[in-house]
């Protein structure tokens, strides 16, 4: 049975687990703060997590290593962006604090700030979401009993970028010759730039029946995934006269590349500033990387190709978010209006109209 006592003016609270007696200052003047802290503790007991007297003393700090070090145990591709998140936006915030004593309150204070310093809905969800983590990680290893609600922002994921054929080639031509291929591959395949095709190597291209291959794990929804380009004289010519600069690199300079895509022999990583000065002098400023992955998307879907093989295509495993990928430009409600023109003009009526049964 617990016990609430007094020493000085601070309140304590006695408490038993396993025959085991565990004594806790509430660090409170107030008997109902000891009351709170013994039915807490009583009913942590009785669902049998691991109570003592410790639990509760959690620092944010500690929370973010024990974060870190289950993004790195389980290989997760994040873990760099998660840092930064943590380092940059959570810390300067809740650095040195316990988590028990962050609340719902102090959340939506930092959601505020976030806002004020102009950072994206989307950006704040993802640190709020490290944060969650954290309180999720402390509860199962016992070092926190509940975490306070931590509430998302909307986001509006749908994004209009992509590229028409004209556009794309003239950006394209203002990249630097190693930079050209990547752009070529990622627009006919929808591949993820950074994740997928950047590290690509040659282990992955089987050159004598056309094909490239990404292994289980590999990708971000982690399934393998295979390519054809057979079909494709664009990405036969490519990757021939990748192979060709391989070889090359090898004779006269003696260095054995994996990299599909390289930089005199080293792997290109990223290539953000180049892709902002193509785009703007190409008169297409503001594109991104990923509007590739949009474009390719659309160009399977207009092309005929069943959806089922389209997502396959482009690793989408989500019908969801395929769908928000395939987006419609003005070139294709024009079209769609010049097929509907001509399906009146074939039969006299709008195809789909139901005819009137001679009742209002």
């Known amino acids: 049975m617990g016990q609430i006592r007094q020493r000085g003016e601070v309140y304590w609270v006695r408490y038993y687990r396993d025959g085991k007696r565990y004594e806790e200052s509430t660090h409170s003047k ?20 691991p109570v003592t007297p410790k639990i509760g003393r959690l620092t944010f700090d500690d929370a973010a290593k024990d974060l870190l070090t289950d993004y790195k145990t389980n290989g997760k591709k994040s873990l760099e962006h998660v840092t930064r998140r943590t ?9 040195g604090r316990r988590m028990a004593g962050i609340t719902t309150t102090d959340v939506r204070t930092y959601i505020d700030k976030r806002q004020r310093e ?10 709020l979401a490290a944060l969650k983590r954290m309180f999720s990680l402390a509860i199962q290893a016992g070092k926190l009993l509940h975490r306070p609600y931590i509430p998302m922002l909307r986001e509006d994921n749908a994004r209009q970028g992509f590229f028409e054929r ?8 203002r990249l630097s010759p190693d930079l050209q291929p990547i752009a070529t591959f990622a627009y006919l395949t929808g591949w993820r730039i950074q994740s997928e095709v950047l590290p690509l190597t040659w282990g992955h291209v089987d050159r004598t029946v056309g094909i490239v291959r990404l292994e289980s794990g590999t990708t971000k929804n982690g399934d393998g995934r295979v390519f ?7 990405l036969v ?3 021939n006269a990748l192979w060709t600069s391989h070889e090359t690199l090898a004779k006269q300079k003696h260095t054995i590349c994996p990299w599909v895509f390289h930089r005199a022999g080293k792997q290109i990583k990223n290539f953000r500033h180049a892709w902002v000065s193509a785009c703007k002098a190409a008169g297409c400023p503001g594109r991104i ?4 992955r949009r474009t390719a998307v659309r160009n399977l879907v207009r092309a005929g190709v069943p959806e089922r093989v389209a997502m396959k295509v482009t690793g989408h495993k989500t019908r969801s978010v395929f769908d928000r990928y395939d987006i419609t430009s003005p070139g294709d409600l024009r079209d769609a209006g010049a097929k509907l023109f001509e399906a009146r003009n074939a039969t006299g009526t709008i195809a789909g109209t139901v005819a009137k049964t001679g009742t209002d």
């Open 118 to 127: 102009g950072a994206a809905n989307a950006s704040i969800n993802r640190e």
């Open 166 to 173: 004209p556009a794309f080639e003239s950006m394209r031509a």
């Open 237 to 239: 010519d490519l990757f």
């Open 30 to 49: 107030k008997e109902g703060a000891a009351k709170r802290l013994l039915r807490l503790r009583e009913g942590a007991i009785e669902q049998g997590v």
């Open 289 to 292: 990387p990923h509007d590739l």
């Open 228 to 234: 054809d380009y057979s079909g494709l004289p664009d």
């Open 87 to 95: 380092d940059q936006h959570l810390k300067p915030t809740f650095g």
